[in-house]
């Protein structure tokens, strides 16, 4: 398994958003599904909120992929 760095950009980035930017679904409504099927967990709890806030830290894995959501460069928190 590979894990991917997504430089967060403000305070936090919803699942589904995160899903769609990153191609690990084709569009935002297979996005809700993958979520609502359970297929996704954030940090090892598979998690079916579509909108759940991501902030610096989270990991996330859909199948055999995982990012790791993390402070952007310029952010000094």
């Given at each position: 398994?590979?894990?991917?760095?997504?430089?967060?950009?403000g305070?936090?980035?919803?699942?589904?958003?995160l899903?769609?930017l990153l191609a690990?679904?084709?569009?935002?409504?297979?996005a809700?599904?993958?979520?609502?099927?359970?297929?996704?967990?954030?940090?090892?709890?598979?998690?079916?909120?579509v909108r759940?806030?991501?902030r610096?830290?989270?990991r996330?894995?859909?199948?055999?992929?995982?990012?790791?959501?993390?402070?952007?460069?310029?952010?000094?928190?």
């Amino acid at each position: 398994m590979t894990t991917q760095r997504f430089p967060l950009k403000g305070e936090f980035i919803e699942l589904n958003v995160l899903l769609k930017l990153l191609a690990l679904a084709p569009s935002g409504g297979s996005a809700k599904s993958l979520i609502a099927s359970g297929a996704v967990s954030v940090d090892g709890v598979a998690e079916t909120r579509v909108r759940r806030k991501l902030r610096a830290g989270n990991r996330v894995r859909v199948a055999d992929a995982e990012v790791l959501v993390a402070a952007s460069e310029g952010d000094a928190s």
